[in-house]
């Protein structure tokens, strides 16, 4: 079966630095997305990784590993407007997206 | 324009009623998809639409049904649903659905809730 695993929840503080990690088994795979989603709306797109490395973008960092099946997200500067869900998802051989069940991260003062 | 448009925002419904979901983008994107979402769950996946033609059903029940007028639009007609069928409608679309760096774009969201 397909499985993707990320902690349930997280707590870090405004100012510091938290890493969000993932593991994943898929059929195949063609890439693993980071989406944000505060609250009551809608996913918003991070980041997207299908070769090992780490990808930079501002304060948000995600990196692979395909022989591992695992990534992580690395938020730095944490902000209060970080608090969100941060979902994990992989797209497999079929071109699916396979979601994991999201890490709740609340910043605290 | 990089957004994708959902109506209504909320829509409350009874269980004999009929109503409509409605998405527009015009990003060019040849990918839609209706996603349904609970409370602390992921997105789950109903339909997708490619180049305008139904690619993929999960097995959603009738009382959903999904239209895709043109390359813009795509609609999901409710009827008959059940208080369990209550919970966020995700719209989404993409460049293409069979590529790699797919990402996918989504709606602010209909929340629907069916007494």
């Known amino acids: 079966g397909q499985n993707i695993d990320q902690p349930t929840e997280m707590t870090a503080t405004e100012g510091a630095i938290v890493q969000i990690n993932c593991t994943y088994q898929?059929?195949?795979?063609?890439?693993l997305f980071w989406y944000q989603q505060h609250a009551g709306e809608a996913p918003t797109f991070l980041s997207y990784n299908v070769l090992d490395g780490l990808e930079e973008k501002g304060r948000f960092s995600s990196f692979l590993s395909r022989s591992k099946g695992y990534s992580y997200l690395l938020l730095k500067e944490l902000q209060m407007k970080d608090s969100a869900s941060y979902l994990c998802a992989v797209m497999d051989s079929n071109y699916q997206l396979i979601w994991g069940a999201g890490t709740k991260l609340i910043i605290k003062p | 324009d990089t957004e994708v448009t959902q109506t209504p925002k909320h829509l409350v419904m009874g269980m004999t009623n009929k109503k409509s979901l409605k998405c527009e983008q015009h990003?060019?994107?040849?990918?839609m998809y209706w996603y349904k979402q609970k409370a602390k769950k992921p997105p789950e996946l109903m339909f997708v639409y490619s180049y305008e033609k139904l690619s993929i059903n999960e097995s959603v029940p009738s009382r959903f049904s999904p239209e895709c007028p043109n390359s813009s639009l795509l609609n999901l007609h409710l009827h008959a649903l059940q208080p369990e069928d209550s919970a966020l409608y995700l719209c989404?679309?993409?460049?293409?659905?069979?590529?790699?760096?797919?990402?996918?774009?989504f709606g602010a969201g209909s929340r629907l809730t069916v007494l």
């Open positions: 990003m060019g994107h040849r990918a």
């Open positions: 898929t059929s195949g795979f063609n890439g």
């Open positions: 989404a679309s993409s460049q293409d659905e069979h590529s790699g760096a797919n990402v996918l774009t």
